[in-house]
């Protein structure tokens, strides 16, 4: 599904962030990705969404090679992700409804078809009932699910997320990794990076760890 | 099809749902539109209007034929049958040498010094009245007839036609320079008009394009912003127009009455209006397309 062989990637005028980095994640996996901050996890899952491409090496992405891909296809690729970021994104002058409505109508989804998808991923990550709030009203917690059920409405093979538990306290936390099990569970292909030690420490899930750029161990597998 | 055509629906309820939140600037940026469009079709009707007017006037072009003192009355005879049957020539009068001299004299003072003059020293004359009046044609005929036998002077009294046509032709670029000058001025308010948008809209822009929206998505919306805010502003271009145009028409009603015509302004709406919002849609999207393709390209390099 997703496949690294030997990526590189420097930004102009930087260190070089990653520094040869190989791996492979096969689909429905769900997968962690740790690492101090500054250690290169954010770039890699921008290489990973094409966000970024790599100053050398290859990224396939289902057999497709980010780097040969023309601008104007970038856009369809980008439609198999769902994307949750670091600072969530939400767009905060509409309420939530219309916020997780964005992916549907950049794939051309409107009317009665959409609202339905809509209602499904609120109802998946529990704000249903918030569906005409504005995203300011609500707390950390909330707000970081509502960017989830954005990533999940247009249905995706792949969903990533950058720091999803980032700043929430450990109950939080541990709902947000639920719900990403869940989706594993239906078959979707996960990578969560995270540096939050407890996440890790109790995920069953492969993790892959960074360390200035290189891909360091191949934490063992658990049992999924 | 029906999947494209859902989302030009969609751009379009996006853009009216926007303007109505925002109803007093799109009023406002429409009124502006309005203004500089209305300049130059003002001046288009009135350079129209002034040349509809000399035409009317011009209908009484004509060509005075001087002939020769020593012509025989015959060749005389000959070349009235000519002028006659000459395709360019509407009307012909004829005037003979005695009748010219006895009008002439009866309109002078007894003690004027040509009143002692024993011989009559006019020539028999033509009047030839002309089917074109336009100052190309008058002049050329006048060379034709002037190289005639038996002419000793052919006198158009064209050159106050040719200074006619000579200022409206000024007019006419006049109202060209203009329309360029304001459409340019035009392009540029749209364009500062779309780009402020953008910026308010720059977070909505980026977590588009970040979840897989195409720079057509992105640029569809403000493509219709900016051909709604040219039509918008055609549209109370004609407004004003119009309004200009009843209310001028009264005065010039007034004037032309005493002058005994029914003269009034006159428009053809239907041409008008096409051509004024027309141009105005074109423009808001050609405006449109530079701002959002710049801004587009600014985000590329930030992002």
Known sequence: ?224 | MKHRLNQHVQAIRLVLARMRRSLSSTLMICSVIGVALCLPAMLYVAVDNVSRATELLQGDAQISLFLKQDIAKSAATALGEQLRRHPSVSEVRFVDRDTAWREFRSGLATDHPASSLEQNPLPDAYFVKLKQTDPESVSSLQKEMQAWDGVELAQADASWIKRLYALLQLGKQAVLALAILLAFALTVIIANTIRLQIMTQREEIEVSKLIGATDQFIRRPFLYAGMLYGGGGGLAALLLLYAGIVSFNRSVAELALLYGSDFHLHTQWANLSLVLVGTAVIIGWLASYFAVGRSLAKLQQAG
Do not use: W
């Not at chain 1, 690492?35 to 290169?40: H, L, V």
């Not at chain 1, 989804?109 to 609120?122: E, F, S």
């Not at chain 1, 792949?158 to 990794?177: F, H, K, Q, R, V």
């Open chain 1, 1 to 224: 599904m997703i496949r690294f062989d030997q990526v590189r990637k420097r930004y102009p005028g930087s260190d070089e962030i990653l520094r040869g980095v190989s791996f492979e994640i096969a689909e429905g996996e769900l997968v962690l990705l740790t690492g101090q901050s500054g250690a290169g996890k954010s770039t890699l899952l921008k290489l990973m969404a094409a966000i970024e491409r790599p100053t050398s090496g290859t990224v396939l992405i289902g057999n497709q090679n980010i780097s040969k891909l023309r601008p104007a296809v970038i856009p369809y690729l980008r439609r198999k992700f769902g994307l949750v970021f670091q600072d969530h994104k939400l767009l905060y002058d509409r309420n939530c409804f219309e916020n997780v409505a964005l992916p549907l109508y950049i794939n051309g989804v409107t009317g009665n078809d959409a609202a339905k998808r809509i209602r499904a991923a609120l109802d998946k990550v529990g704000l249903l009932n918030k569906e005409k709030a504005m995203p300011i009203t609500l707390s950390g917690g909330e707000q970081q699910r509502l960017a989830i059920a954005r990533a999940v409405v247009s249905r995706p093979s792949i969903l990533i997320a950058d720091e999803p538990t980032g700043n929430l306290d450990e109950s939080y936390a541990g709902e947000i990794m639920a719900l990403f099990n869940a989706f594993q569970q239906v078959g979707v292909t996960v990578i969560v990076a995270t540096h939050d030690v407890n996440t890790i420490s109790q995920s069953p899930h492969r993790a892959l760890h960074l360390s200035q750029g290189l891909l360091e161990v191949q934490i063992t597998e658990f049992a999924s």
